[in-house]
C-alpha cells in the first residue's frame, strides 16, 4: 500500500508537467486552431531563461516569475512575426512551420548553452512526508498543487472573463468574431503568449527533476500531445486530467506489470490514446464538432 | 442624411475581380436591399464595406472614408455584418455569441436590457439560452446571428441572405422579426437577398447587381412594377 500511493503521488508529479505543456498546447489550439508542435522547445527556453537569472543572482522563484513574463513576450512575438503569416491559409503548412520552430529553439538553446546537463535548482525543499505511512516527496506534492492552481486560473479565465471569451471566439472563427469588433490579431498574440508563459511553468518544473538539456522536454511534449488528444483537443481540463492519468498509469505499469517495467513504460500512455480513439473519436472530455449546413 | 455611400467600388478575390463599379447610398434609418442572381456580387459588396476584401473606389461612412479600414475598425465604427453562413460561433452558447456580439461596449445596463430585448424578438432564444449555438435549428443559428448583430447596437446593419437553408415559413418570420427590429430600433439596414418576396416586405429601395456592377436600383413600388424585376425574381 505505501509503494502504490508513493507512485500515485509520484505519478501524478510527473503528470503535472506533462499536464503544463498540455494545457499550453490545448490554449494555442484553443486560440489559433492550431498544435504547436514547439511548445516544449519553447519550454526548454524559457527554463534557460530562468536558469540565467539564476546565474544573475536572483532567488529561483524571482528568476521563474521573470522567465514566464520573458516567454509571454516571445510566444506572443512568435505568433506575430511569424505564425501571422501562415493563419487563414493552409492549417498544415503552420504546422510544419512549428515543427520546423522545434529544431529551431532546440538548436539556439545547444548553441547557446551546449548540450551538458545544467543543475536547475528546485522550487520545493527536497524533503519528504508522511502521508498514511507512504513517504511523500514534497516536491511531488508542489508540482502537482501548482497544476491544479493553473488550471483553476485558466477555467477562470476562459469561462469568467470577457478576455477569455473572445480568444474563444476567435478561435472558433476569426472572420466572424472580426465582424464583432474583436481584435482578432492582439487576440491571437495573447493566446501565443499565454501558452508560453505556461511552458515555462511547465520548464521550471521538469528542469529540476531531469537537469537542464536542449532535448529535456522531447520526451515530455510526446506525452503531452497524447493527453491533449486522450483528454480533447478543446478541454483544458480534459487534458490534465489525462495527464495525471498517463502519469500515474505508467508509474504503476513499470512496477505492477512485469513485462513492461521501466523500459516499456513509454507504450503506456499510446496504449491508452489507441483504446480511448477507438471508443470516443474526439477525446474522454472533447466536445465533437458538429457540421451543419 | 446619406450614412453610408458607396460610390463605383471595385472588389478583388486575388487577381480575380469581382465588382466592378457598384455604387449605392443608404440612408439614416433606411433599408436597402441588393437583389441579383448567385455569383452577382451581392456579398462580396456587404464584404467590401467591412473590409474583408480588398476594394476600389470610394466607401463614405458617416462622412468619413472607410476604404481600406480592417473588419475590427469597421465594426467600431458602428457597424455590424451578418455574414453569409451566419457566422454564429458553434462551440459557445446562445448567451456566450450575444456577449461576444457586445464585445465592444462598455454600458453593462443597457447591454442587459438588449438581451432581454433580443430574447424577447425571438423567444425561441430564450427556451435555448445556454445550448451551444451549433446545437441549434437553421432557422434558430439565423436569429442568433441576428440578435448578436443587434447586441453591438450599431448605427448600420449589413444582412446576408438571411433566408438562406430556411423553410419559407421560417424564413418569413426572421424576416418579420427583422421588420421589428428595423421599426424598433431605427437602425439603417443593407440586406443581400435571393428572395426578392422577402426582401420587399424589409426594404424601401433596392439595386439589382449584374456581374459585379448595378444594372438597376429604384424604390421598391419602383421596381416590383418592372417586368424584368418580376420574371427575374418575383417567380412571374
Known amino acids: ?293 | 442624411m446619406t450614412l453610408l455611400e458607396l460610390d463605383n467600388v471595385t472588389a478583388w478575390y486575388g487577381p480575380v475581380q469581382v465588382l466592378d463599379g457598384v455604387s449605392l447610398s443608404v440612408p439614416d434609418n433606411g433599408a436597402v436591399g441588393i437583389l441579383g442572381a448567385n455569383g452577382a456580387g451581392k456579398t462580396t459588396t456587404l464584404r467590401a464595406i467591412s473590409g474583408a476584401v480588398r476594394t476600389g473606389g470610394r466607401i463614405t461612412y458617416d462622412g468619413r472614408d472607410i476604404r481600406g479600414l480592417q473588419p475590427e475598425q469597421v465594426a467600431k465604427l458602428g457597424i455590424a455584418h451578418v455574414p453569409e453562413g451566419r457566422g454564429t460561433l458553434g462551440q459557445l452558447t446562445v448567451r456566450e455569441n450575444l456577449r461576444v456580439g457586445a464585445y465592444l461596449r462598455k454600458d453593462r445596463k443597457a447591454v442587459s436590457e438588449d438581451l432581454d430585448y433580443c430574447l424577447e424578438l425571438f423567444p425561441n432564444l430564450k427556451d435555448r439560452i445556454s445550448s451551444s449555438a451549433s446545437a441549434l435549428s437553421g432557422g434558430e443559428q439565423q436569429m442568433l446571428a441576428v440578435a448578436r448583430a443587434f447586441m453591438a447596437r450599431p448605427r448600420l446593419l449589413l444582412l446576408d441572405e438571411a433566408s438562406l437553408g430556411l423553410a419559407p415559413s421560417t424564413a418569413k418570420s426572421v424576416y418579420e422579426a427583422i421588420r421589428r427590429l428595423r421599426v424598433d430600433s431605427g437602425i439603417a439596414m443593407l440586406i443581400v437577398e435571393q428572395n426578392a418576396n422577402l426582401a420587399f416586405t424589409l426594404v424601401d429601395s433596392a439595386i439589382v447587381l449584374e456581374t459585379g456592377r448595378n444594372v438597376l436600383s429604384g424604390t421598391s413600388a419602383e421596381l416590383k412594377g418592372m417586368d424584368e424585376i418580376r420574371r427575374a425574381y418575383l417567380g412571374g
Do not use: C, H
Not at chain 1, 508542435?37 to 532567488?59: D, E, K, N, R, T
Not at chain 1, 472580426?178 to 511547465?202: C, E, Q, T
Open chain 1, 1 to 293: 500500500m505505501d509503494t502504490f500511493i508513493q507512485l500515485v503521488v509520484d505519478g501524478l508529479a510527473l503528470g503535472s508537467v506533462y499536464a503544463a505543456l498540455a494545457l499550453a498546447l490545448v490554449l494555442v489550439n484553443q486560440s489559433t486552431g492550431l498544435i504547436n508542435f514547439s511548445q516544449g522547445a519553447m519550454a526548454v527556453l524559457s527554463a534557460y531563461f530562468a536558469y540565467v537569472m539564476i546565474g544573475w543572482g536572483l532567488p529561483p522563484i524571482l528568476a521563474i516569475l521573470g522567465s514566464i513574463v520573458v516567454s509571454f513576450l516571445l510566444g506572443a512575438i512568435v505568433e506575430r512575426l511569424l505564425i501571422r503569416r501562415f493563419e487563414g491559409g493552409d492549417p498544415d503548412t503552420a504546422v510544419v512551420v512549428t515543427i520546423g520552430l522545434l529544431t529551431l529553439f532546440t538548436g539556439i538553446a545547444g548553441w547557446i548553452w551546449g548540450y551538458n546537463n545544467r543543475q536547475f535548482p528546485s522550487l520545493f525543499p527536497l524533503e519528504t512526508v508522511n502521508i498514511f505511512g507512504a513517504v511523500v516527496s514534497v516536491r511531488s506534492i508542489g508540482t502537482t498543487l501548482t497544476i491544479v492552481g493553473i488550471m483553476i486560473v485558466l477555467q477562470l479565465l476562459f469561462q469568467g472573463t470577457k478576455l477569455g471569451l473572445a480568444l474563444r471566439a476567435v478561435a472558433i472563427n476569426p472572420s466572424s468574431a472580426a465582424y464583432s469588433g474583436l481584435p482578432v490579431g492582439r487576440l491571437l498574440m495573447v493566446g501565443w503568449g499565454l501558452a508560453a508563459a505556461l511552458g515555462a511553468v511547465a520548464g521550471a518544473l521538469v528542469a529540476p527533476a531531469l537537469t537542464l538539456t536542449p532535448g529535456m522536454m522531447d520526451t515530455a511534449l510526446v506525452y503531452a500531445l497524447a493527453a491533449v488528444i486522450i483528454g480533447g483537443l478543446n478541454s483544458p481540463l480534459g487534458a490534465v486530467v489525462a495527464a495525471w492519468s498517463i502519469g500515474v498509469l505508467e508509474n504503476l505499469a513499470a512496477v505492477y506489470v512485469p513485462f513492461i517495467g521501466y523500459d516499456l513504460k513509454i507504450a503506456v500512455p499510446f496504449i491508452i490514446l489507441f483504446v480511448v480513439l477507438f471508443l470516443r473519436p474526439q477525446g474522454l472530455f472533447g466536445r465533437k464538432v458538429v457540421v451543419r449546413v
